[in-house]
């Protein structure tokens, strides 16, 4: 809203016309835009009234105050008055139900974020104060509550006092807004009206969809906005570590101090209740003694008068507060901190001991708010003293006295769930052990021995006190030596560090960039991986029952061992001596045996013990597959499962990919070829299961066949038994038929005959080995042959017991143990295409010089292959090879979609969800996510290892 100048009395100040107006257009905007979402027409033309009202009066009001505390209170007062009017005016989707806890917590601790972030960039406090406290006001009001359900009353109250802050902010900062910041802010405008008609959506509708989407949207919504909040405000920090020091370290140690002190209030570790009516607290001690030396009290109970123990509390929490501000008083000659902290004391004092006798609740949000910027105010109040003294001596007692003083204060305000109860030999033999070891492993590392002392005793003196003894319903002292202690070693620690000087300060502030920039990632990470890892630890140790006893090992012996019963499902090695009787391991062993012996005949030609090339190499490989098979075949068990997973399907992925990468390069057509075998990639796991799934499909033996596998398959049968004749035929005409078993073992010899006359080609160039390679490679399509011969066909028919061949379907996923082989093709459909992408790059990036020279040396495109691309490509392998292995150890939808794990299909991330969720055994199924964590982890280290030595 603009308004011309020609129109201006000439006792109105021109630019603050031009405020009055802009702000008030803004203002009216939001109304308006608030009054839509509850009465869309009505509602934006009432607004956008309301706002050139608010404008003109802004400008009438404020033309004519000269001092700005007339004017803060000016702009404050006119904002009241239009939020009461809004209020009144709003529909009843406007009316908020206040709550005093979110409306209290979340108005304070805004205004005081609001406070510290204008003292930490040197702008006016009042302004960000009361800019926080509005953010906050708008959010506990409107955005917390349920609007709708509030009363006329409510709403003017709420409307009234948000206008008054924002009127506050804008008569304090009155400056005109640009008009490239203006459209932004429209824009956010609209997205804060369509939040307001999401909440009304939210509060009057009934689909619970819409309600969980609302629910999302606020809870990201204040999550961004929070790590926003936090990453700005940790980088305000920051960067006073040059310019200010003594303001870095205050707000550092309040920081700390106030993250300590809130995590233990929201754990209900730490309350104004104290240790409870049932123990008396230190204060109330001391009250107790002198209110039985005053009145003549027989003994110091907690029954006592209130005034009386609200004044002592009082008394000794003022006079604690003036002499911490005289120390403060000496250290800066031009402020003087007594009044304040002495005034301070005295009222947190009278909270104290009137709360403690019974006359105020301890748990409401006044109460429980204060405890966090108590102890914020005493760590900050420690690190400015800090920063103040450069002896050592003097940086020593600082910090042992503030911690001290920090676990004092956590001890008294401990409740009976926050307190440990002593035993007299775990705290000092875990001080002296963990304090030698920090001791002995500084001592190594040139490191300072009394920093490294001190930090093991810390370490022990956490464990010896919270990790061994049992927590809750312990005594005062006890609470004292457990809060005490470490927080004074921490002090110690903080006090033997120097002083930085310049060049440090500067240090501090460039490294604290990258911690501020990784934050959010170690954020992600730690949340998401790190402490779900601790976690599943040592729920693996602890009892599948409710109570989570600590059962140490044991899940992990019922995994290996599976006591009571006779087959252990997880690890079954009792058909191990069937191994030597089973024919793929006869028949593996016979080709590992003619590969190596190839390999050996090879090297003697050329002067070696072996020579390896691409034929011996391959029936090598052969060989080791067929025993692999025979081994996981023969064991069984889930834990045999995933390693036949991982052995299968990363030799083979890898094998295809690479074969298709190589045979694909150059060839016309090649990115057509390699888009259909990378397709695949493109489905879900559970997509590429369930269509496989129909793949597989079997029906009962004499009816048609659904599944495209078995349907082939005993089309073959048919077809090669001669029982079903090939016929040619045309639109229901046959023109003639044949048998087709001749057909079948004509084409099955013509095959085995091409490959063995290109095995004599090759051996009289390549040697030997050639003659072998082809030899093998030969052999199947003879035993098809022999098959057809002997047997009558080769396919999907067996003979009934009235000597009739009949179809016999193939169960792909119920016949064990080779059903696992059929569930692994699946995946491996999905990573040869991951696998060809990866490897057809680093071929093409393969320098061309090195294969035109192995070709003027007169190798040929096998040897080229083999003995220079391969070599150049192995890291890529590598990389290839554990990325494949990662993900296959983790197996769990292929399975779980197609078997359920039935079948003897089972693997160890489907046993794990079962027996997490489906059977509730918590401690074993962590135990079954550790031993799968263990199977993943030495691949990535591995792999991390060679990355580190690649980029060095």
């Known amino acids: ?52 009202a608010f404008g003109a009066g802004a400008v009438t009001v404020l033309s004519g105050m000269d001092d700005q505390r007339t004017r803060m209170l000016g702009g404050a007062a006119l904002g009241a008055v239009g939020g009461a009017v809004f209020g009144l005016l709003a529909t009843e989707g406007l009316l908020p139900a206040l709550k005093s806890t979110p409306m209290i917590g979340w108005t304070a601790a805004l205004a005081i974020i609001g406070a510290v972030m204008a003292w930490l960039m ?58 490239q910041v203006l459209r932004p802010a429209m824009l956010f405008l609209a997205g804060v009206a369509s939040f307001g008609g999401l909440r009304l959506m939210h509060t009057y509708g009934t689909d619970e969809n819409l309600e969980q989407l609302v629910t999302t949207v606020v809870n990201v919504s204040l999550a961004i906005g929070a790590f926003a909040a936090i990453w700005v405000g940790m980088n305000l920090v920051f960067n006073q570590a040059g310019p200010n020091w003594p303001r870095f370290s205050a707000t550092l140690g309040g920081i700390i101090g106030l993250v300590i002190t809130a995590v233990l209030v929201g754990n209900r570790a730490v309350s104004w209740f104290g240790a409870g009516p ?23 109970s907690p029954d006592g008068s209130p005034w009386n123990r609200g004044v002592v509390v009082a008394i000794v929490l003022g006079l604690a507060g003036y002499f911490i501000g005289r120390g403060l008083d000496s250290y800066h000659a031009t402020k003087h901190y007594r009044p304040a902290l002495a005034g301070v004391g005295a009222v947190l004092g009278a909270l104290y001991g009137y709360h403690y006798t019974g006359d105020l609740p301890g748990n409401t949000p006044v109460m429980l708010y204060t405890l966090p910027l108590i102890g914020g105010a005493i760590l900050a109040i420690g690190g400015w003293l ?36 002593m035993t007299p030999l775990p705290l000092p033999i875990a001080v002296a052990v963990v304090g030698t070891i920090g001791f002995g492993v500084s001592t190594l590392r040139g490191r300072d021995p009394i920093r490294g002392a001190l930090w093991g005793a810390l370490v022990g003196w956490i464990i010896g006190a919270w990790g061994v003894p049992d927590i809750g319903n312990a005594t005062l002292p006890e609470a004292i030596a457990g809060y005490v202690g470490p927080a004074a070693i921490a002090g110690a620690l903080a006090g033997l560090t120097s002083l930085p000087d310049v060049a440090r300060r500067a240090v501090i502030d460039q490294k604290s960039r990258a911690w501020i920039f990784m934050a959010p990632a170690v954020l992600f990470v730690s949340a998401t991986l790190v402490l779900p890892t601790i976690i599943t630890f040592f729920l693996s140790l602890q009892s599948n029952d409710k109570d989570g006893r600590w059962v140490g090992v044991e899940n992990y012996n019922e995994i290996i061992r599976a006591p009571g019963l006779e087959v ?23 080709l590992l045996l003619v590969g190596l012996l190839t390999a050996v005949v090879m090297g003697m030609r050329t002067g070696r013990t072996t020579d390896f090339d691409p034929q011996s190499g391959g029936v090598v490989m052969l060989g080791v597959v067929m025993l692999g098979f025979a081994v996981f075949s023969v064991l069984r068990g889930t834990i045999i499962n995933n390693l036949w997973w991982v052995f299968a399907v990363t030799a083979f992925a890898t094998g295809f990919g690479l074969a298709v990468a190589a045979w694909a390069d150059g060839i016309k057509g090649e990115k057509i070829a390699k888009s259909l075998i990378f397709m695949p990639m493109a489905i879900s796991a559970v997509g590429a299961a369930i269509i496989w799934r129909f793949m597989y499909s079997s029906r009962p033996a004499g009816k048609d066949q659904n599944g495209i596998l078995n349907a082939a398959w005993i089309w073959l049968g048919e077809k090669t038994s001669g029982e079903v004749p090939f016929g040619v035929g045309f639109f229901g005409w046959e023109f003639f038929s044949f048998n087709g078993k001749p057909l079948f073992i004509l084409l099955f010899a013509a095959i085995a005959g091409a490959l063995l006359w290109s095995g004599l080609k090759s051996g ?58 059929w569930l692994m093709v699946v995946m491996l459909w999905i990573e040869t295409g991951f696998a060809m992408v990866i490897l057809s790059a680093a071929i093409k990036a393969v320098p061309s010089e090195f294969i ?98 690649e980029a060095a």
């Open 1 to 52: 809203m603009q308004v011309t100048m020609d129109r201006v009395d000439p006792g109105v100040d021109p630019r603050l016309l031009n405020v009055g107006a802009t702000n008030g257009a803004v203002v009216g905007l939001v109304l308006g835009l608030f009054f839509a979402a509850g009465a869309p027409a009505i509602g934006l033309i009432g607004g956008l009234l309301l706002g050139a």
């Open 122 to 179: 040197g702008r006016d406090i009042a302004t960000l104060a009361a800019a926080g406290a509005a953010v906050g006001w708008f959010v506990a009001t409107l955005g917390v509550p349920s609007l709708g359900s509030g009363t006329r009353v409510e709403a003017i109250m709420v409307f009234a006092v948000l206008g008054g802050l924002v009127g506050f902010v804008m008569a304090r900062n009155p400056v005109q807004v640009p008009e």
């Open 278 to 300: 049932e123990e008396i607290t230190l204060l109330t001690r001391f009250a107790g003694f002198v209110e039985e030396q005053v009145n003549g009290f027989s003994e110091a």
């Open 386 to 421: 800090l920063a103040g003294r450069s002896d050592r001596q003097g940086r020593l007692t600082i910090g042992i006295a503030t911690g001290a003083i920090f676990g004092l204060f956590l001890a008294v305000m401990s409740t009976e769930t926050g307190q440990p109860r």
């Open 568 to 590: 252990n499902p997880n690890l079954d090695l009792s058909g191990a001596g069937d191994l030597f009787g089973s024919d793929l391991f006869r028949i593996g062993g016979v």
């Open 764 to 821: 009289a160039r390549n040697g030997p080995s050639a003659y072998v390679a082809y030899a093998v490679a030969a052999l199947f399509p003879l035993w098809i042959i022999f098959r057809i011969l002997v047997d009558g066909h080769v396919g999907g028919l067996v003979e009934n017991s009235a000597g009739e061949l009949v179809a016999d379907p193939i169960l792909f996923r119920e016949t064990s143990p080779f059903n696992n082989f």
């Open 852 to 949: 035109e020279a192995a070709k003027i040396d007169g190798a040929d495109d096998s040897q080229v292959f083999w003995r220079i691309v391969i070599p150049q490509i192995a890291p890529t392998i590598g990389v290839v090879v554990t990325t494949i292995i990662v993900k296959v150890t983790k197996v769990y939808d292929y399975v779980k979609v197609m078997t359920g794990g039935n079948f003897d299909t089972n693997v160890l991330a489907n046993s794990m969800i079962d027996q997490s969720f489906q059977f509730a055994n918590a401690g074993t199924g962590s135990a079954l996510a550790v031993l799968l964590f263990i199977m993943v982890l030495p691949i990535m280290v591995l792999n991390v290892l060679r990355m580190q030595r």
